[in-house]
Structures are given as structure tokens and as C-alpha cells.
């Protein structure tokens, strides 16, 4: 799985330094595909995050073998 960041999340990552690639990528591979409530072709990925038990959710989108992250954020 190649991870892609987008503009909107190369600004947001300086803020959210705590959320590394390995998080997201285990996000993504341990959660459903659930649609976006706003954006027909994103994609939205809620999982529990261990040893610290945060729920993250990745919002990302699928190109071809890629995947491009919108966006990630703790839920908790």
C-alpha cells in the first residue's frame, strides 16, 4: 500500500504530530470502508488504536494502488 498525503494534510500534520503513518496505515488495513457523509469518493476509516486505545479516523480516497490522505484526526 503506497500513502499519498494531500495538501490539506501536509498543513494539518503540523498540528497533529502525534498521528504517525504507521497509525493511519493501521487505521486503514483494521477498519471497514465506510462511505464519506460530504464526498462521494472518499472513503472514511475508524479505528482503535493500541497500546493508547484513541480512536483515530483517516478520511482518504483511493487511486488506483494508491491512497491519498485527506485528512486524520483522534475522535476521543
Known amino acids: 500500500m503506497s500513502i499519498i498525503d494531500s495538501e490539506h494534510w501536509k498543513k494539518k500534520r503540523k498540528y497533529r504530530k502525534d498521528i504517525t503513518d504507521d497509525f493511519v496505515e493501521y487505521a486503514i488495513k483494521n477498519s471497514n470502508e465506510l462511505k464519506d457523509k460530504y ?3 472518499a ?3 475508524i479505528c482503535r488504536i493500541p497500546p493508547s ?18 485528512t486524520a484526526f483522534w475522535l476521543d
Open 43 to 45: 472513503l472514511n476509516a
Open 39 to 41: 464526498w462521494e469518493d
Open 53 to 70: 486505545g484513541r480512536i483515530l479516523k483517516v478520511i482518504y480516497r483511493k487511486e488506483k494502488s494508491k491512497i491519498k490522505i485527506i
